[in-house]
Structures are given as structure tokens and as C-alpha cells.
């Protein structure tokens, strides 16, 4: 299976992308958490992109783009994948299909995640996470079972740097802007699945798995 998952910052990708590679045991790719490991890990990438991404703006194409270019080499994603936050741009999707095209692959879906402004809005003021495992909580909706503390490592949660109200509001801009231009583009492409991502997290996944089963095994 092979899968992109799109739609507004919060909208919950990353939360059900974790749950679609379980069920479907294919691989995620999130150049945001691709990012964020070389933002930790001080790289000069990392150095780079902080600036972007502390403000809510995109990582220049060529950074991502490279990023997920090695990782479709890597063996790891033949089973199949969910591309969590990329493309963002034409120019991204355009260089993805060139690259799976290159290894005579294809994507089978994408699914656009839809969510009210307000929705999003309490879901990533709300989102904290782990900065050593990545899991991300909710203090609300999804909160640690050990409150300020990570459920899976103990570790203190954090609230990521782009999820203050500025940096919110540039991001969903930046969506507008840049990113939704993308549904169209998949959808003239006959790939577009369009879910309803207001739910609760079980039920949102349960709909997506509905979407997703004629494209992979369980
Ligand atoms: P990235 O990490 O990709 O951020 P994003 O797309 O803004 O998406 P988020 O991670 O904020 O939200 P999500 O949809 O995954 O929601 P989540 O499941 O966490 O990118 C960060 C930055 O990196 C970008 O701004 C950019 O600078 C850079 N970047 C990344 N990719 C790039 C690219 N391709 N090109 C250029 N730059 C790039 O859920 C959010 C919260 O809601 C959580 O607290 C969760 O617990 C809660 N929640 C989830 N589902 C539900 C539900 N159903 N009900 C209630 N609460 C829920």
C-alpha cells in the first residue's frame, strides 16, 4: 500500500498514520519528524530548517524533497508507505511521482483529512509531546495516563515550538496557500479519497481503514 495522507496542520495525520502502519505493517514517512530528529541532532539540515519551522513555514523543496527521496530507497518502504506532510507543494508532488515512477511504483491513494478551522486550532494548542519518543498526547482529547509525563517513557512532555498561536496562524496560511492546491492536483488525478477527520481518533480510524483495505493486507 502506498498512501499519502493530507490536509491542514492538526488535522491528525500523524495520529493515524501510527495507527496505519500497524494494522497494514507498512513504513511512515513524516518529513516533519524527519525534520525534527535533524533539528535535535543539530545536522546542518537541522540548522537550516529550525528557522522555517519555528516560524511555521516551509522547509525549502530541495531539503525535503531529499529527505524523502532516501527514504523510498531504503528497503524498508517496499511493503509500502504513508507520507505523512509531504508533498506539500506542486513541485513536491511532481518530484514524488518522478521518483516512484523511477522504481516503477505508484501511489494507490491519497486521503484528504477534513477538519474545521476551530477543530484544528484546539487540537494543536492543545498537542504535547514527547521529546525523546515522539508520542504525542493531547491534554484534553488525548491526555498522558501519567499527566505531565510521557505514557510510553516517562519522559516530561513538551509543547512543540510551532504550535504557539503565531506560528499556528502562519501554518494554516501557509496550507491555504501552498499545500490544498494539492487536492485538486490528486484529485484531477483520479487518487483523491476525501475522510472526515472530526471524529474521535477510533472512529476517524476505523472510517480511513474502511478507505484503505482494498490497497493493502492486514
Ligand atoms: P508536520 O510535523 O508535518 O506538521 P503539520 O502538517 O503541521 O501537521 P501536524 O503534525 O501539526 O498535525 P497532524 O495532522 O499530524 O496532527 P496530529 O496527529 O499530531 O510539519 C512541521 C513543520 O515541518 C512544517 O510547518 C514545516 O516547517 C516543516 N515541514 C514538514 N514537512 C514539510 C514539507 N513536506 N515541505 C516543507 N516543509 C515541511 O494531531 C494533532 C493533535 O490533535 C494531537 O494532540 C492529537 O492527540 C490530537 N488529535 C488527533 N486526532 C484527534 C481526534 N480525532 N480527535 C481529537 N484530537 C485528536
Given at each position: 500500500?502506498?498512501?499519502?495522507?493530507?490536509?491542514?496542520?492538526?488535522?491528525g495525520k500523524g495520529t493515524q498514520a501510527d495507527r496505519v502502519t500497524s494494522k497494514?505493517?507498512?513504513?511512515k514517512?513524516s518529513?516533519?519528524?524527519?525534520?525534527?530528529?535533524?533539528?535535535?541532532?543539530?545536522?546542518?539540515?537541522?540548522?537550516?530548517?529550525?528557522?522555517?519551522?519555528?516560524?511555521?513555514?516551509?522547509?525549502?523543496?530541495?531539503?525535503?524533497?531529499?529527505?524523502?527521496?532516501?527514504?523510498?530507497?531504503?528497503?524498508?518502504?517496499?511493503?509500502?508507505?504513508v507520507?505523512d506532510?509531504?508533498?506539500?507543494?506542486?513541485?513536491?508532488?511532481?518530484?514524488?511521482?518522478?521518483?516512484?515512477?523511477?522504481?516503477?511504483?505508484?501511489?494507490?491513494?491519497?486521503?484528504?483529512?477534513?477538519?474545521?478551522?476551530?477543530?484544528?486550532?484546539?487540537?494543536?494548542?492543545?498537542?504535547?509531546?514527547?521529546?525523546?519518543?515522539q508520542a504525542t498526547?493531547?491534554?484534553?482529547?488525548?491526555?498522558?495516563?501519567?499527566?505531565?509525563?510521557?505514557?510510553?517513557?516517562?519522559?516530561?512532555?513538551?509543547?512543540?515550538?510551532?504550535?504557539?498561536?503565531?506560528?499556528?496562524?502562519?501554518?494554516?496560511?501557509?496550507?491555504?496557500?501552498?499545500?490544498?492546491?494539492?487536492?485538486?492536483?490528486?484529485?484531477?488525478?483520479?487518487?483523491?479519497?476525501?475522510?472526515?477527520?472530526?471524529?474521535?481518533v477510533?472512529?476517524?480510524f476505523?472510517?480511513?481503514?474502511?478507505?484503505?483495505?482494498?490497497?493493502?493486507?492486514?
Amino acid at each position: 500500500m502506498r498512501v499519502v495522507f493530507l490536509g491542514a496542520p492538526g488535522v491528525g495525520k500523524g495520529t493515524q498514520a501510527d495507527r496505519v502502519t500497524s494494522k497494514f505493517n507498512i513504513v511512515k514517512i513524516s518529513t516533519g519528524d524527519l525534520l525534527r530528529e535533524a533539528v535535535r541532532n543539530q545536522t546542518p539540515l537541522g540548522r537550516e530548517a529550525k528557522s522555517y519551522m519555528d516560524q511555521g513555514k516551509l522547509v525549502p523543496d530541495s531539503v525535503v524533497i531529499g529527505l524523502v527521496r532516501n527514504k523510498l530507497a531504503d528497503p524498508s518502504s517496499r511493503n509500502g508507505f504513508v507520507l505523512d506532510g509531504f508533498p506539500r507543494t506542486v513541485a513536491q508532488a511532481e518530484e514524488l511521482g518522478k521518483v516512484l515512477a523511477s522504481t516503477h511504483r505508484q501511489l494507490d491513494r491519497v486521503v484528504n483529512f477534513q477538519v474545521s478551522r476551530e477543530d484544528v486550532i484546539k487540537r494543536l494548542s492543545g498537542r504535547r509531546s514527547c521529546p525523546k519518543c515522539q508520542a504525542t498526547f493531547h491534554a484534553d482529547f488525548a491526555p498522558s495516563k501519567k499527566g505531565a509525563a510521557c505514557d510510553r517513557c516517562g519522559e516530561t512532555l513538551v509543547q512543540r515550538s510551532d504550535d504557539r498561536p503565531e506560528a499556528i496562524e502562519t501554518r494554516l496560511k501557509v496550507y491555504e496557500e501552498q499545500t490544498a492546491p494539492l487536492i485538486r492536483y490528486y484529485r484531477d488525478q483520479q487518487l483523491l479519497s476525501e475522510l472526515d477527520g472530526s471524529g474521535p481518533v477510533e472512529a476517524v480510524f476505523e472510517a480511513l481503514s474502511k478507505v484503505l483495505t482494498p490497497y493493502g493486507t492486514t
